[in-house]
């Protein structure tokens, strides 16, 4: 459970917000918008000016000591590795830092270098990898963890697909197992597959918390839909359409879907005409955060 309520010095300011157990968050932004920020203050790295936060239901500064070994962190500007150690020695090194048993370690060691495969690579040190396989191993560290919150900051960068890939199915896992997985990316890509709500920061302030489908609802509901038809032309004069043309046998609509379901539409439609095919097309999550945005401007601007 993280509760955080109040301001930060450095950019946050009226964040009042709970995230559950067990939640995997994705938390985007521009950058300066307060993602990394966010995340420090969970972590105890920063502590707020003013306002509480708690994190695993302890002061993350005062009860540091408690919960630093059930919080696995990684920051896109602090490496997790010793730079003049192996990849293999700084593993080792977590190993003892937090205790992990000889066989629980080897074990979980085989599992994420497999996923991650960057098994080559463990007896080589960081200077002389390339982005991708550092980024592979740091990933490595932090799941290599047992933790209950697993903070991410930008953690696919560097990344090809099969290493987001890799990421993406580590993440699941961890949802699996219960734990709380908080990732901060520039990426809708990232957001949209591992994340089930949603945290938008602008400009240090929340302008959205919920999950992915409340974003859609709220801030992206208009649909594009496409009927091609044999026949007689459907008839949804009565139904809250925004615009349609018809086209050749195609029919092209827009409406609103907090007004009117596809399904009573497709219902319609099929009732009056004979359907050849269909295609609905529904705002992603970046038209939905692009919406979002537009809202706060006009808002901004009276």
Request: aromatic content about 8%; glycine content about 8%; proline content about 3%.
């Amino acid at each position: 459970m993280i509760i955080c309520n109040g301001l930060s010095k450095f950019i946050l300011h009226d964040v009042d917000l709970h995230i559950p157990q067990g939640i995997t968050l994705g938390i985007i932004g521009a950058s300066g918008s307060g993602k990394t920020t966010f995340l420090k203050l969970i972590s105890g790295l920063l502590q707020p000016e003013s306002g509480t936060i708690y994190t695993l239901r302890k002061n993350p500064v005062e009860g540091q000591k408690n919960i630093a070994g059930r919080i696995a962190v990684l920051y896109a500007d602090i490496p997790v590795y010793d730079e003049r150690l192996t990849i293999s020695d700084s593993l080792d090194e977590i190993r003892l830092m937090y205790g992990i048993k000889k066989n629980d370690f080897l074990e979980r060691l085989n599992h994420v270098t497999s996923v991650l495969d960057f098994t080559g690579i463990l007896h080589s040190k960081p200077k002389d990898l390339s982005l991708g396989q550092k980024r592979r191993a740091e990933l490595g560290m932090i799941f290599l963890r047992d933790a209950d919150l697993y903070l991410f900051d930008e953690p696919c960068i560097g990344l090809d697909q099969n290493g987001k890939a890799a990421f993406y199915s580590l993440v699941k896992e961890k949802q699996n197992e219960g734990k709380t997985v908080l990732v901060s990316s520039h990426s809708m890509e990232d957001i949209s597959t591992i994340a089930e709500r949603v945290l938008l920061f602008d400009q240090g302030k929340v302008a959205f918390y919920g999950s992915k489908e409340e974003l859609y609802k709220r801030l992206s509901p208009m649909q594009t839909g496409y009927v091609e038809f044999e026949g007689k032309m459907p008839d949804v004069s009565d139904l809250e359409i925004e615009s349609y043309s018809v086209e050749n046998g195609r029919m092209t609509f827009r409406y609103n879907s907090n007004h009117v379901s596809s399904k009573e539409l497709l219902m319609r439609i099929n009732h009056t005409t004979s359907v050849k095919s269909v295609a609905l097309h529904k705002a992603s999550l970046a038209e939905s955060i692009y919406g979002i945005k537009r809202i706060n401007d006009m808002e901004v601007e009276k």
